[in-house]
């Protein structure tokens, strides 16, 4: 199912929209646990990354998209999994971090929502969490576009990164959104997009 869909939407775009990929062999050549983190102006973002990468993406997604009768099943069916963003979702978060385990890929778009820009204050701290308790790398990618008909979708892939790599001692919350917020850095700027 989800070979099918990636290539009706691939097929789609390419009418609707002038799409250019950078860096995509930084994700597409990658072997382990990754966390794919991107920014999120529009409910076309997680469509557009899944398009123009080989990698299947895990995508997490707000638990209400899920209760619709004809896009609850579609979304599971493409293997996105709900997310409570009004609390502390564990169920969540433990599911993410088995899809890792599982050397599968997971998607998510850390602020939470979908925002206008850069804004250092919608750093949070569950991304960091995931990428610790799963020993994964996470790559950023920046998405750039208006999404009007024949305007420019341009997709950066970041490089790998582990985040985690030159910190020592003690790991606590304050730690892991310090490292989130790195994280919305690195996104934002790809593409000189800070």
Known sequence: MYKIARGISKFLSIILFKVKVHNVENFND??????VCA???NILDPVMIACYSKQTIHFMG?????DKKILGPILRAVHCFPVDRKG???SAMKHAIKILKNDSILGIFPEGTRVKGFDINN???G????????????IPV???STYKFRSTVDIYFGEPKDYFEDVEGKIDTAVHTEIGKQILIDIYGLGDNL
């Not at 990658?30 to 966390?35: A, L, M, N, Q, S």
């Not at 707000?62 to 899920?66: A, D, H, M, N």
């Not at 991304?127 to 996470?138: D, F, G, H």
């Open 39 to 41: 920014n999120h102006t």
């Open 142 to 144: 920046y998405i750039k």
């Open 62 to 66: 707000k638990k209400e998209l899920f």
């Open 30 to 35: 990658i072997e382990g646990r990754v966390v």
């Open 88 to 90: 502390v979702s564990l």
């Open 123 to 125: 750093a949070k701290a």
């Open 127 to 138: 991304i960091s969490l995931i990428a610790k308790n799963s020993s994964s790398r996470i």
